[in-house]
Structure formats: structure tokens, C-alpha cells
């Protein structure tokens, strides 16, 4: 496939329901234009068993380092450095549905926290109780101190309780079993 520009997140959805054409799809985001000559700022999708580009077009006005499936759901998580997804302004993250890529809202207002981060998304994690962790170059969330590490509510991006102690930039996060390593 044919990308403008750098790649720096992939995720696969096995589901087979991105799209209408049943199938595998591969979302990639990144810091590109266009994907296979179709206009995709930052972010987009391919399903690989027809090998073609796929409606989702979030429309970040920044790169997109990082991606999480919501396998409960039909939406996706994106992180990076940008400041919006199409017409809706949620800095840095942001979930979207991953047949379109529209970002999705609770309550008429975007669905992460207002104020977000204050500043890049580098990494999302699924942690137990139905969350979801983020890492990057942040040091508030919701005007709350939160050095590089939050978690958020999956469902509507509330912050929840969390005792890292970081003084820095988290750029990735995996884990093991219950330990998470960042």
C-alpha cells in the first residue's frame, strides 16, 4: 500500500464488522495525507482480505501515534499529538467509531474530559474494570495532575483514580498478567 507519510500505530480488528465488506481490517495511524491515493489525514483504515481502503477517516489535524480496538464496542481509541477529529475538538484523544472514524460524544460533549491532556497521547492500554490507561507528555488531565499516566472510564472518559508518582513523559505502555510496565 501507498503512504505519504510515517506509520507509527497499527491494530487489527478480527471482528469482521468494520466495514460492509466482511473481512480483516488494519488501522494505521501515523502522519501521512494519503493512503492508496485516498485522502486520510493521520489516520486510516485497510481491510486487507479485498486490499482496500475502508470509510474511516477521523480527519486529525495532528499525527496519530497510538490505537486501541474497543472490543466491547464498535469504536477505536486514537492518542497523538492533534487538537481535533473532524468537527468535534478533543486535544490528544479521542474515541471514534471505527467503521467512519466520527468521533464519538457523551452527552454532546466530546468524549474525553474537558480540559484533556495538556499535551501528546503516545499509548492506550485496556486495564481491568473496564478502562483504559494512557500514557504520553501530559502532566494534568482534566486539570488534575497526572504525570504521563491516566486512567480513563472506557465509556465515557472519566478520569479515574491512579498513584503512579511519574515525574515524566510515558511513550509506551504493555503489561504482564496484572503488572503494567511503562
Not at 100 to 127: C, L, Q, R, Y
Request: hydrophobic share 40%.
Amino acid at each position: 500500500h501507498s503512504i505519504d507519510g510515517p506509520v507509527y500505530a497499527l491494530c487489527v480488528d478480527y471482528s469482521d464488522t468494520s466495514w460492509p465488506e466482511p473481512g480483516l481490517t488494519l488501522f494505521i495511524g501515523g502522519e501521512f495525507d494519503y493512503v492508496d491515493g485516498e485522502l486520510r489525514h493521520n489516520a486510516a483504515a485497510i481491510n486487507v482480505d479485498i486490499n482496500a481502503v475502508t470509510p474511516f477517516d477521523p480527519n486529525t489535524n495532528g499525527p496519530v501515534y497510538t490505537m486501541l480496538i474497543d472490543s466491547l464496542t464498535t469504536y477505536i481509541y486514537i492518542g497523538g499529538d492533534f487538537t481535533s477529529v473532524g468537527n468535534i475538538n478533543p486535544p490528544y484523544i479521542a474515541k471514534v467509531n471505527r467503521i467512519d472514524g466520527v468521533a464519538w460524544s457523551f452527552n454532546a460533549v466530546p468524549w474525553t474530559a474537558t480540559p484533556n491532556t495538556d499535551g501528546p497521547v503516545h499509548s492506550i492500554v485496556n486495564v481491568p474494570g473496564g478502562n483504559v490507561m494512557i500514557g504520553g507528555e501530559f502532566t494534568t488531565f482534566a486539570s488534575i495532575q497526572r504525570k504521563g499516566l491516566a486512567i480513563l472510564d472506557w465509556y465515557n472518559g472519566a478520569l479515574q483514580p491512579l498513584s503512579a508518582g511519574l515525574n515524566g513523559s510515558v511513550y509506551t505502555i504493555n503489561h504482564i498478567g496484572d503488572k503494567y510496565y511503562f
